[in-house]
C-alpha cells in the first residue's frame, strides 16, 4: 500500500468525483481508477460502490479513516524534517572554555 493510492482514494470521497479528484491532483481519471482499483485488490475488497454515484462501503469507510490518519502522519512527519533542515527545531550545544 503506497501514499499516493490513499491520497488518491481521499481525494475522490472528499470530492465525490473520479473527475473532480483527477484535476484537483493533476492526474488523469483513469490515473485515479486504476489506483483505487489496486488498493481495492490489494486490501481485497470494494471500497467504493460505482452505482451513479460514489459511496463508501465498510471497508472503505475504515480505509479513509485510517488513511486520513496516515496522510496527515506523513504530513507532520514531512514538516518535522523541513524544521530540522532549517534549524528552527533541533539542538545547539555551546561550550564555554573556563576563566
Known sequence: MDIRSLRYFTETVR???FTEAAKALGVTQSTISKMIRQLEDEVG?????????LRLTDTGKVMLERGRDVLKAMERLQMEIRETQSVSRGSLALGMPPM
Do not use: F, I, Q
Open 15 to 17: 470530492h465525490g468525483s
Open 45 to 53: 475488497e470494494v471500497l467504493l460502490l460505482r452505482d451513479g454515484s
